[in-house]
């Protein structure tokens, strides 16, 4: 069994930061590709950022240059440095890996609330 257990989520004012945290647990051989996701009210989810096991990163334009994702490979975990927040960051905010065992499968958490005041 694999679980990914996110924290850091909050209420902050707008210009603020944040710092989610994602660790996986459980039966790992190994972890790929992992990343973070958001979904707001009414809107779909979508991509904020990901990370490659080489530190390789891809981000949504929307967050470009406020928002940082890293990983600690030794801990299995995944981070999302969020600054310069705005009300429009407000979401719950997912994390995924691609993680192998037998074969690799995507695993979700369970979702962390992002709420950013003006």
């Known amino acids: 069994q694999v679980q990914l257990v996110e924290s850091g989520g909050g209420l902050v004012q707008a210009g603020g930061s944040l710092r989610l945290s994602c660790a996986a647990s459980g039966s790992i051989f190994s972890i790929h590709t992992m990343g973070w996701y958001r979904q707001a009210p009414g809107k779909q989810r979508e991509l904020v950022a990901t990370?490659?096991?080489?530190?390789?990163?891809n981000y949504a334009d929307s967050v470009k240059g406020r928002f940082t994702i890293s990983r600690d490979s030794a801990k299995d975990t995944v981070y999302l440095q969020m600054n310069s927040l705005k009300p429009d960051d407000t979401a719950v905010y997912y994390c995924?890996?691609?993680?192998?065992?037998?074969?690799?499968?995507?695993?979700w958490g369970q979702g962390t609330q992002v709420t950013v005041s003006s």
């Open positions: 995924n890996a691609d993680i192998r065992r037998a074969y690799i499968t995507t695993y």
């Open positions: 990370i490659t096991r080489s530190s390789s990163t």
